[in-house]
């Protein structure tokens, strides 16, 4: 008496529900911009045109895109295996650790082609580590992941305040933040791409880290789908019994996904302090670890659903405080509860649509449902 | 001839593109007891949904004691005089007897007053009926038999005059199915109507004045059971001819090929569920192990297959022993020729997310013709899983398609594949055929037969005593976690269910 599970096509599951899903968003939203006095056609236009209208400001969408593709993919990963790691946000800032230390140890001395693997390690490695400790006590405590990575994010943040403010900031400086990074710690932007195309680009910060979150999204789908690692992660992530039964060593594999988890997460960090900050200063996280979870729903924690997602997350970032700027009543507050409407239709109500799109599809053409028209023999 | 209790007239109702129930033509004359038979997916249960105000029908009329209705919620077939007894019961297992019967139709904010009142009907349903049930027991200690008595009292306290029953054997001991017959012929006599759904042919036959075989969502014959037999039966339902009997010669047994010694197992709570079981499987035999649902069969074979630690005893494979007590892993014993079709294939044996391909190595995944270095063979697993589907005729026939579209019988046929398929020494089998239909468990059955002559153990937990009964060489009967006595094939029904139920009739044991 359950009703059938009534399979549709790939174009509609994982483009057109997310699709409508974004509208009813943005149409939300519009009654919004609506309440407070302004005209959401032009609301809508502006923040178009501050995420694509120039060079410029596509370079800038694409940089904020950088840093929500590593943390949606962090969380996807846990994901598969069951996992909801709230902690990126932590992992990520802690791991910013790592990657100063190799810019700050080798930028006089080493080319940027060398610094930066060093960094992606030690990013990594910050991250992961970071991360084994909350998944070690899932594995062998059975303390709840969820409640650990967010009281992580916490310690992590109060370490940083007192390593940025007592340890690393330089004895002269006002504010709490490490010295700059030379030219060695310093990665190259990616404004030729923009440039060859006739766009210009003033100073957008958008780096290789770009490049390097785009062949993560890539192993990551690798590791998921096609390896034996990532076989068992999802037997996991789906049945823990099963997982059990077919002999996976349940506190391995959790402390593994957790540490590769982190190790995304912390690469987050390359981004913004080798790519544009080119030093560590408080908070430069800003929401990306927590927007990560956003998008790896709305992306359905596939990497070719993260991509996109972070993609839109960047225009509102970008198109956001273009948008702010220009229309006086809408302030950065605003952005937000924009941005929560996004997360609200496309991840939390993201099957509201579902059953009555399921239904059209299932009585426009039975066969592209997958269901036979009549049904075979039993057995 | 007096109005029908319950007409339906042309009854549609689909799902998508799957239509449950195509123009169900249906009468059930009142003070009956009516069976409705079908296969799993026959539409039965999709039926009494809509009768019972769950679904509402496409189209098609629903008549009441000859007045057409709309029955759009429970409660609305409650106020018609509609009871359900749902399979998996309804109650509150930590609250009294009295107060799930009261529970949704309590009157008033003070409970006292509709206490008393309930206290008073239990009491007169007691007498009419024969239900006895300490009105003042809590439910979740009362066995099983006796909380399907509760929901039984629940509806006639609404008023019911005619009660569904659904599967409502499936959880009882042959002797607590026995006193449900009778307790349902005596609400036949005091004028109720009755409706039994099941897919168990022999309960039908004992029981029921009328019955309805559906097969693919529509109605395909009524017959007065007096007129029909169970071969006429099953052929409907199934729509050919079926082998009831298993045909099998002889077992030869041969060398211990597991040795189970003492074993005591908890389960989550601390709760002692097998104590002390000692027996020994051989190679050449199946071997049952035939006991009513929670009596310990399922806490036996999860330590014995390595997912479950066991307190105290051993387990010994081909003579070298199993760590039953500390880290078991359930990949090392499939390496050692292990194989479990576990009881749950929804959530144990098999991942319904994952394509037909990935279910088909779960546990193997860590074999060499599955894998590439650390990647997987796609290629090999898609062609092994090709070759299990052509083998077992598992249907679909697409290894891309997700297990959860599979139907109950090619699921657990997936799970049957991939273990016998690696060619294990022992197998171990927990409700090979529950949720399969008739067509496919004839399969299970001759599968597990030719395991046996080809020297393999087979090890059989099932509640279907009838199963065990007929596949087994040794019948072991469990009850509260023990092992209460050994017979052979040939051990009546009777002599069976009386172990199961815990009576020792030698006064020896």
Known sequence: ?379 | MAEPAIELIGINKSFGAVHANRDIHLAIPRGTIHGIIGENGAGKSTLMSILYGFYQADSGEIRVAGKPTVIHTPNQAIQLGIGMVHQHFMLVPNFTVLENVILGAEGEPLLNASIAKARGELARLEREYGLEVDPDAIVEELPVGLQQRVEILKALYRGADILILDEPTGVLTPAEADHLFRILKQLKDQGKTVVLITHKLREIMAITDNVTVMRQGTVVATRETKKTTVEELAEMMVGRRVLLRVDKGEAKPNAVKLAVRNLTVKDSRGVTMVSDVSFDVRAGEIVGIAGVAGNGQSELLEAISGIRRAESGSVELDGHPIHVTGEADPGELRDRGLAHVPEDRHHVGLVLAFEENENSILGYHDQEEYLNGVFLDIGAILKDARGKIEKYDIRPTNPRLKTANFSGGNQQKIVLAREMEQDPGVLIVGQPTRGVDVGAIEFIHRRLIEMRDLGKAVLLVSVELDEVRSLSDRILVMFAGRIVGERGPDASEGELGLLMAGVHKEAAE
């Open chain 1, 1 to 379: 008496m359950s009703v059938p599970y009534a399979k549709l096509p790939r174009w509609v599951d994982y483009g057109l529900i997310p699709l409508i899903n974004l509208i009813v968003a943005f149409i939300v939203a519009g009654f919004v911009v609506l309440l407070v006095g302004e005209n959401p056609f032009r609301a809508a236009g502006i923040l178009f045109e501050g995420a694509f209208g120039s060079g410029q400001n596509i370079a800038y969408t694409l940089f904020y895109a950088t840093n929500f593709i590593f943390t949606g993919l962090a969380v996807a990963v846990a994901f598969h295996c069951g996992l909801f790691n709230i902690g990126g946000e932590g992992q990520a800032y802690i791991a910013g650790l790592g990657v100063s230390l190799v810019a700050l140890s080798f930028d006089s001395t080493l080319p940027w082609w060398i610094t930066f693997p060093l960094a992606i390690i030690a990013a990594a490695v910050v991250g992961a580590l970071w991360a084994l400790i909350p998944a070690y006590l899932q594995a062998k405590r059975g303390s709840h992941i969820v409640i650990t990575t967010i009281m992580f994010n916490f310690i992590a943040a109060s370490i940083m305040v007192y390593l940025l403010v007592d340890v690393l900031k330089p004895p002269a400086e006002q504010a709490p933040q490490t010295r700059s990074f030379l030219e060695g710690g310093q990665l190259p932007k990616l404004n030729f791409i923009f440039e060859s195309l006739g766009m210009t680009v003033r100073s957008a910060p958008l780096n290789i880290s770009f490049l390097l979150a785009l062949l993560m999204a890539y192993l990551v789908w690798l590791l998921i789908w096609r390896t034996k690692l990532g076989y068992e992660m999802r037997t996991m992530g789906h049945s823990p019994k099963a997982a059990r039964y077919a002999g996976i060593d349940e506190a391995r594999i959790i402390i593994v996904t957790m540490m590769i988890s982190g190790a995304l997460a912390g690469m987050m960090a390359l981004n913004p302090l080798m790519g544009d900050q080119h030093r560590m200063a408080l908070d430069f996280v800003a929401g990306a670890g927590f927007v990560g979870i956003a998008v790896a729903l709305m992306g359905r924690s596939h990497p070719a659903g993260i991509i996109p997602a972070s993609i839109l997350f960047g225009m509102l970032y970008q198109g956001g405080a273009e948008l702010a700027f220009d229309m006086p009543n809408i302030s950065r507050d605003m952005i937000v509860i924009i941005q929560g409407l996004v997360i609200l239709f496309a991840g939390a109500l993201e099957h509201m649509f579902r059953p009555a799109i399921q239904t059209l599809f299932a009585s426009l053409s039975p066969s592209s449902v997958g269901l036979p028209v009549a049904k075979g023999k039993g057995a």
